[in-house]
C-alpha cells in the first residue's frame, strides 16, 4: 500500500514536470513568435514615422519665404540624409531577418555597409553644423568676409564640400573592417577605430557647434541695436519665419 502511494507521487510529479516543460516551451516558442514579428514589423514602423517627419519637413523648408534661406536648404539637406540613412539602416535588417539574406555576404559589402552607417549619421550632423556657421555669417559684419557664405551661389560648393569632408573623415570605417571568419563584419583594428570616431565624431562636430554657436551668441550681444531696429521694422515677419524654422527642425 505504501509502496503503491509513493509510485503514485512519483508518477503525478513527473506528470506535473511534463506539464510545467510543455508550458514553459509553449510560452517559449510564443515569445519567439512574438519577438520575430516585432523585429520584421519594427523597421517598417521606424520607416513609417521618418518618412511622414520627412515630408513635414521638405513641405516646411520649401516655403516661399524659407526656400531661398540658406540655412534652410542646409537643414533640407540634412533631412534627406537622415530618410536615406534611415533606409539603408533598417531595410537590410529587415531583409536579413524576414528573408534571411545576409548583407555581409562578402568583404566588399561590409566596408561599404560599414562606410554607409558611419557617412550618413556623420553628413547629416554635418549639415546641421553649416546651418549653424551660416547663422553666425548671418550675425557677422555685412564687411565681413563670412557674409558670403550666405550667398546663394555659394551653397552648391559648400554643399559639395561638406560631403568630400565627410566621406574623408569617415574613411577609416571601411578601412578597419572587414570580414572575418566566424565573427563575420568586425573592426581588424578596434582601437585605431574607437580613436578615430572620438576624434571625428566625438570631438570635432560637437566642438565646432559649440564654437559657432558662442560666436553666434557674441554677435548678437554686439550687434544688439542693430537687431532691434529691424525688429521693429519687420518683426512680425521674422518672427513667423523663426517660428517655422524651429518647428521644421523639432519635426
Known amino acids: 500500500m505504501y509502496t503503491e502511494q509513493i509510485s503514485k507521487m512519483i508518477d503525478n510529479n513527473i506528470t506535473t514536470a511534463s506539464d510545467l516543460t510543455q508550458t514553459s516551451k509553449s510560452v517559449s516558442d510564443d515569445l519567439n513568435f512574438i519577438s520575430q514579428n516585432i523585429l520584421i514589423y519594427l523597421s517598417l514602423i521606424f520607416f513609417i514615422f521618418g518618412l511622414l517627419g520627412f515630408i513635414g519637413n521638405v513641405f516646411t523648408y520649401l516655403q516661399p519665404q524659407l526656400r531661398s534661406n540658406t540655412c534652410c536648404i542646409y537643414s533640407l539637406c540634412g533631412s534627406f540624409i537622415d530618410i536615406i540613412n534611415l533606409f539603408s539602416n533598417l531595410f537590410p535588417n529587415y531583409f536579413s531577418v524576414k528573408y534571411g539574406i545576409d548583407v555581409f555576404a562578402s568583404s566588399g559589402l561590409c566596408k561599404f555597409s560599414i562606410f554607409l552607417m558611419t557617412f550618413l549619421p556623420y553628413l547629416s550632423i ?71 570616431y572620438i576624434i571625428f565624431s566625438g570631438l570635432l562636430q560637437p566642438i565646432t557647434m559649440i564654437t559657432f554657436v558662442l560666436l553666434t551668441y557674441r554677435n548678437v550681444r554686439r550687434s544688439r541695436r542693430r537687431v532691434r531696429e529691424v525688429v521693429r521694422t519687420s518683426g512680425q515677419n521674422l518672427r513667423n519665419q523663426f517660428i517655422v524654422t524651429i518647428f521644421a527642425q523639432i519635426l
Do not use: K
Open 126 to 196: 554635418s549639415f546641421l553644423c553649416m546651418a549653424i556657421i551660416d547663422r553666425f555669417a548671418i550675425t557677422c559684419e555685412h564687411t565681413s568676409s563670412m557674409r558670403r557664405v550666405t550667398q546663394l551661389r555659394i551653397v552648391p560648393w559648400m554643399i559639395s564640400l561638406t560631403i568630400l569632408a565627410s566621406g574623408l573623415f569617415t574613411l577609416y570605417a571601411s578601412l578597419n573592417h572587414d570580414l572575418v571568419p566566424i565573427y563575420g563584419c568586425v573592426s581588424i583594428n578596434p582601437t585605431l577605430t574607437s580613436i578615430s
